[in-house]
């Protein structure tokens, strides 16, 4: 009986992939993290973006559900910040929690973009805040964050 077994050959094994193959495959996609406390604007810019190529990560920020504080400002990490290749905040400006989360991605992650949504008063209120940072206008359109997003990912390459 053993001799009829079927083995295993080059031919059925040369599709698998190695961890390490899987990881780089998947790492071929930009990252992108959305900072917002709503679940339905994260899930639709979630979807947005998942259909034309991104890798999306979502955290409800510090003030999202359940209320907490930001690991970045408190322990100056975080693993969904550091892995995200450009990060989407709409956090809120009026918000001093969210303009210390803010802070922090510029202190702890210089090099990666961020995108501030934004309404038009806010943006003109916290202009030291936002220097050198894209805006994005509240309310945001499909079209308005996909070329947010391209254009912030062209910049890192």
């Known amino acids: 009986m053993c001799g009829r077994r079927r083995t295993l050959g080059c031919d059925e094994a ?4 190695s961890p390490h193959e899987q990881a780089v495959a998947e790492r071929s996609r930009p990252r992108v993290l959305l900072e917002t406390p709503d679940p339905g604007d994260a899930f639709a810019c979630w979807r947005i973006l998942e259909r034309n190529g991104y890798e999306v990560s979502w955290c409800p920020g510090p003030d999202g559900s359940p209320p907490g504080t930001c690991p970045l400002v408190t322990s100056g990490q975080c693993a969904l910040a550091g892995d995200a290749d450009v990060i989407v905040s709409s956090l809120g400006l009026r918000r001093s929690s969210a303009r210390c989360v803010l802070g922090a991605l510029r202190r702890r992650l210089p090099d990666t973009p961020v995108i501030v949504a ?3 008063s806010a943006s003109h209120q916290w202009v030291p805040l936002l220097a050198g940072r894209r805006t994005l206008r509240l ?3 499909a079209p ?3 070329a947010s997003v391209e254009e912030a990912v062209a910049g890192t390459r």
């Not at 040369?14 to 992939?17: D, H, M, R, Y």
């Open 144 to 146: 308005a964050l996909l």
């Open 139 to 141: 309310p945001m359109t």
């Open 14 to 17: 040369c599709g698998w992939k």
């Open 118 to 120: 934004a309404t038009a």
